[in-house]
């Protein structure tokens, strides 16, 4: 009884007529490793073989048969021996997760401790880590949402004050500043009169209670 081999879903063939390579990849995170080349004599041979009968096609034409069924049966052999050899190589490489069955390198993608992959047991550690990058993440984008000086402004205010450029000679801007720093531009405008405190209208220059002119 010929010998039953145990294979796996996570590798590719890259066998030719001149040699038997495999490749096994990591389920979880893609990771390869490729079995040693080993080259396949009798692959040759039923080239060589085939080749002289294509030379001496009427003297050798009797030999056909006999290549085809060479190349059939000693390279399918040879194939199956350096299939086992390879998972014997490669096995060190990988390890089967008991919980979801998948095959994943020993190298990044197996907690040893808890004797599953990484994908059924996390690295408690590194989680943690990824978490606390995300939360710091978050709170850096909601504290840039204002400059310093407008901690205390409502969040209607600052969505409606912050510039990023100067109006006039859009020069950028480091902070929500009231003056641009290349220009003098006065970049928060009133919305008060500051003499009679009436509400203005968007780019008045003048107050239309008492007449004060609008810097």
Not at 45 to 72: C, K, P, T, W
Request: proline share 3%; charged share 25%.
């Amino acid at each position: 009884m010929s010998e039953k081999i145990k294979f796996t879903r996570n590798y590719s063939d890259l066998s030719t007529q001149e040699g038997f390579q495999f490749e096994f990849t990591c389920d979880r995170c893609g990771t390869g490793y490729r079995s040693t080349f080993n080259e396949s004599l009798t692959g040759r041979a039923s080239e060589l073989l085939g080749a002289a009968n294509n030379i001496f096609g009427g003297f050798l034409g009797s030999l056909s048969s006999g290549v085809d069924s060479f190349r059939d049966a000693a390279w399918k052999k040879a194939h199956d021996k350096a299939f086992i050899e390879a998972i014997g190589e490669m096995t060190p490489m990988f390890v089967q997760c008991p919980h979801c069955h998948t095959w994943v390198c020993r190298e990044s993608c197996w907690n040893t401790k808890k004797g599953l992959c990484k994908e059924c047991a996390p690295d408690l550690g590194v989680e943690m880590a990824f978490a606390q990058s995300q939360r710091s993440v978050e709170e850096i984008h909601a504290h840039a949402a204002m400059a310093e000086e407008d901690k205390n402004l409502s969040k209607e205010d600052w969505r409606k004050n912050i510039v990023a450029s100067c109006p006039k000679c859009e020069a950028p801007l480091a902070t929500n500043a009231k003056f641009c720093p290349e220009c003098g531009e006065k970049l928060k405008k009133d919305d008060k009169c500051s003499s009679c405190g009436a509400k203005l209208t968007p780019n008045a220059k003048f107050c239309f209670e008492c007449g004060n002119k609008i810097i």
